[in-house]
């Protein structure tokens, strides 16, 4: 197979501030709404108190980044680490924390590549304002946007504004929905993605004000949908599937405003967000440098016909939702699934990336892809992981074909780095190329072993791209 990924290819791994870093009340940091829900899990020991223990470690693990040939690191900062309680003092101490990991991953030759936001508001913001509900959250991220501007700018030339947006603003308790009347839930789901908007505009154009030579842009989580049949409903369902659950929020970031059926579907629930006037131009303004997209699945979609009486669907699980008058999530048969319900697609991949290309023209990067599984420390004190090996693989081939394709893609982030809190399953998921030795219900010592990915991957980076 011919090689088609540039020298100067962003070979890269992932991770965010709260599934990896623990530490999650030290130096004055604010307790997060990710703290917040990993404490509310019952059935899930590890939380964000050690989770990977990043924050002590953080130079042994990205000694082993280096190790590893990682050309960048994207992570997350945590914004309750910066500002305790989201629109009031600046903790210097949250901020020799950044510069030291952004420091020493410099040192290190790793670019960094960072998101501002993942999943976790300072929990303050929910306490004053009810969160996103409130336009003094838009603000308040503003804000603290521009003080990482400030702060790392000199040194961090690559940014995501927040990480999936459009999959964070469907599970309610990311966006703490608790105890509102049904008959409200999806009118303040619509504000908060609505203020989300203004939020990653105004931070948007920040950027760019600030840091003129940085580049900015949104990370999603994408959405590759096959109709189910070749009825021409299937087809229209699966288009709105992909539309509903993702392209409506690359429409807005790309070019400022709701697409048509998305403005449709508002005013027809009676749920149209509260707007302002100056919202328009900041909204346009906001132009992004690149796409920033997370995959690991792909779905399928039946036509679902209306239902007067149920104009907001129903609910598979809060991710993958069934929309009245558009469309039904069904299974894909010619797809492997994995222990955790996910249908492992690598086509699914060369097809988004096709698809993101030809509708926006900007450069894309994939900043999420990974398998999450039981990984079992076996006698030898290895991590024969060759299952996700098979699937990096793959997945890197179908990069490989989309650049051929003629897409503009400037990197490869899996997720992720090393074991992590997973946002659900703790740790008995994992998706590291590194090993961290606790569990669940005990921390051990939590040491870093290298897993036979890691070998792989450095191969694979060291040959720049397929081996
Ligand atoms: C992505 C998130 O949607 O999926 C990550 O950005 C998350 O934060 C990843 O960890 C995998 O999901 P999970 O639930 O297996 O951790």
Redesign the pocket.
Known sequence: MKNYFKKDFWWGASS?AF?IEGAWDKDGKGKSVADHNSFMKSDVQADTTVASDFYHNYKEDILLMKELGLKTYRFSISWARIIPDGDGEVNQKGIDFYNDVIDFLLENDIIPFVTLY??DLPFALVEKYNGWESRDSVYAFERYARVCYEAFGDRVKHWQVN??QN?MVRVNIRMNIYDVPADQVERMRAQMDYHMFVAHALATNACHEMLPDAKIGPAV?STMTYPSSNRPEDVWAARMNDNFKTNYALEMYCYGDYPGYYKEYLRKCDIYPITKPEDQGILKAAKPDFIAL?Y?RTLVASYLPADEANPFGTKVNDIDFDLYGYFKIEKNPNLVVTD?GIQVDPMGLRLVLNDYYEKYRLPLIIT?NGL?TGDQLTEDGKVHDDYRIDYLKNHIAACNDAIADGVELFGYCP?SVMDLL????GFM?R?GFIYVDRDDFDEKQLRRIKKDSFHWYQEVIKNNGLI
């Open positions: 965010s599934q993942h999943f990480n999936e999959l989580s997370n690991y955790y999420e999450g997720w997973s946002s659900r399953q998921k998706y």
